[in-house]
């Protein structure tokens, strides 16, 4: 069958694709999708050239969810609401496949998500409820990288999990510090940002503070960065300034640049560095289960959609992406209508 | 029941040397017309798609249908009539002997070289046809519509903001669009060269759904040579 793809040609330039698709996966129309920074920085063009030329014409976004619109392979219903995982293994490996070599990841490796339909194996789909609110559904995606990153550190961490601190009152860092909460319930969460006003919303932490106002006293156990970019620099030294001995530094922020790391107070504490990118199928329906277990977190998570922008065309979608980057925080959610 | 003709009455004159019709030309892996069925046929508000094929071909498509998209009862390939009209009213007759015509019954009618149309153009074709009684898919037009009479001097210049051109599908409340038919006087199914047309002369309200620049028809051999490159750039 011949599929429509809406594909990023060069930055800021979207234009239609074709491409044949088989029946033989589960085929999906996009209901509700997300934009995420990354899919930002190859709309902006603030990739390197050589990765933007390597990688364009890509259809964006690897945030979303859909309905399921025909299944050959039996596992789903039609209409069933479905969110989509980006990452897309090609072959076994040793290590978890959001790790691997072998495996490609939608929006980055080959198409996202703006498309008419979009065909993915049956493993590449989790149903969710029908009464989720689609707003906050269409990223789960994001909050599936935090689930795995605090699923990772539940194994990793040997001391107490007693003060938690998060770096970062973006998305990421909203969610992580909810989901520390929701997971370790009788931790201290403590939030630190930059921005008062975002701050501000993370009404669910034991403690806020920004980063240029820390108590002398204060300690952590165990440190997650949410920051990316070049702040993480002072984010991770800030980070081993407060953090107690053997803890683990859990890194989620994103950075163009290589980032220095206080390696001297890095060995003298004895530190664990741990990274963190994507997320895989168990970490979608931990996401899924936690959610249904637990719908009073929508409430919260509903605090981070802050643009809902209908698509029905490429002007739309292009709005969409210039309404995004000019928001200093919150999610743009796509109702996808293209 | 919602009802989705394929109308491949025509034998595509206009595509050049060739003598298979365009419907049953190679776009990508699959012939044209087999992409154009496998969108109705996955959608799932559609009970049954009608491929309207003229008598010489019927088997042939049969035999492609089997081959690409195998053993499918929702599928019905029948004989298409001498005009776009004769087909449209022959899948309709088949419709009311075999199924019977409600009140809700829909019919869904796109053009099997039109392989490009989306999911979403057909939903709102449904959603329109059962709102509205009858829809065209239809994009602004783009080119500037100039009128000309005896071919040789500009009539008139329209504006172009009031244009649009007509793609498909084109749906219609298919009870409504029976008696539209049989009220029509013969002088009038002359002039016929398009179903939405039959609303329109007797002033009944057409909705227009919007269509994709993509929707193309496959008409002439740049076309499916476009599409075809195109899809070949995916691969590489």
Redesign the interface.
């Known amino acids: 069958m011949i599929n429509i793809v809406y594909r990023l040609k060069s930055p800021k330039f979207f234009e239609e694709a074709i491409e044949e698709i088989e029946l033989d996966g589960v085929i999906v129309r996009p209901t509700y999708l997300s934009i995420c920074q990354a899919d930002q920085r190859y709309y902006q063009g603030s990739r390197p050239g050589e990765v933007l030329e390597k990688k364009l014409p890509m259809a964006l976004t690897h945030e979303g969810i859909g309905q399921v619109v025909y299944d050959k392979t039996g596992e789903f219903n039609t209409g069933d609401h479905v969110v989509m995982i980006p990452n897309t293994p090609m072959g076994e490996d040793v290590c978890r496949a959001n790790y691997s070599y072998k495996s490609k990841f939608r929006g980055s490796g080959f198409d996202g998500f703006t498309s008419d339909l979009v065909k993915l194996d049956s493993t590449r789909v989790v149903k969710i409820p029908d009464d989720f609110n689609p707003h906050v559904a269409a990223f789960i995606e994001l909050m599936s990288v935090a689930y795995q990153g605090i699923d990772k550190f539940s194994n990793l961490a040997i001391t107490p999990k007693d003060i938690l601190g998060v770096w970062g009152d973006g998305n990421l860092g909203f969610i992580t510090a909810l989901f520390l909460k929701e997971k370790f319930p009788d931790s201290k969460v403590i939030v630190f940002g930059k921005h008062l006003e975002n701050l501000n919303l993370f009404s669910f932490a034991d403690e806020i503070y920004q980063i240029h106002n820390v108590p002398d006293d204060l300690v952590i156990d165990h440190a997650f960065e949410c920051v990316g970019s070049s702040a993480s620099q002072s984010a991770i030294d800030q980070i081993i300034d407060l953090i107690n001995p053997q803890g683990t530094i859990n890194l989620f922020g994103v950075s163009e640049y290589p980032v220095p790391i206080n390696t001297r107070m890095l060995l003298e504490k004895g530190l664990t560095i741990q990274g963190n990118s994507r997320s895989e199928r168990e970490d979608f329906v931990g996401v899924v289960k936690t959610l249904k277990q637990n719908p009073h977190l929508f409430e919260y998570l509903e605090k981070l959609v802050t643009n809902i922008c209908e698509i029905t065309n490429l002007s739309d979608l292009k709005e969409a992406f210039d309404k995004d980057h000019i928001s200093h925080f919150g999610k743009t959610v796509l109702k996808w209508n293209k | 029941m919602i009802f989705a003709a394929i109308l491949a009455g025509g034998i595509g004159s206009r595509m050049g040397e060739t003598d298979t019709p365009k419907q049953f030309l190679t776009?990508?892996?699959?012939p044209v017309i087999i992409?154009t069925i496998?969108?109705f046929v996955?959608?799932?508000n559609i009970d049954k798609t009608i491929v309207l094929i003229p008598k010489n071909f019927i088997n042939h498509t049969k035999n492609l249908i089997n081959e690409h998209i195998g053993d499918n009862e929702d599928i019905i390939v029948i004989e298409g009539g001498e005009t776009r009209n004769d087909t449209l009213m022959n899948s309709i007759k088949y419709i009311d002997e075999n199924f019977g015509i409600d009140d809700e019954s829909i019919i869904i009618t796109h053009d099997s070289v039109r392989?490009?149309v989306?999911?979403?153009i057909i939903n709102d074709n449904i959603d329109a046809a059962r709102k509205y009684g009858a829809c065209d898919t239809v994009i602004p037009a783009t080119d500037t519509i100039v009128e000309s009479i005896n071919g040789e001097t500009i009539e008139s210049i329209p504006v172009r903001d009031y244009y649009y051109q007509g793609q498909t599908p084109q749906s219609f409340n298919i009870k409504k669009l029976f008696n539209l038919i049989n009220s029509l006087t013969e002088a009038e199914t002359n002039i016929l060269t398009d179903a939405c047309k039959i609303f329109t002369l007797k002033d009944e309200d057409v909705h227009l759904v919007?269509g994709?620049?993509?929707n193309i028809k496959i008409t002439y051999p740049y076309d499916l040579k476009l599409?075809n490159t195109?899809?070949e750039d995916?691969h590489d």
Do not use: C, Q, S
């Not at chain 2, 776009?27 to 699959?30: C, E, Y």
């Open positions: 776009l990508g892996t699959k992409h496998e969108k996955i959608n799932e392989p490009f989306t999911h979403r919007d994709e620049v993509t599409a195109i899809l995916n």
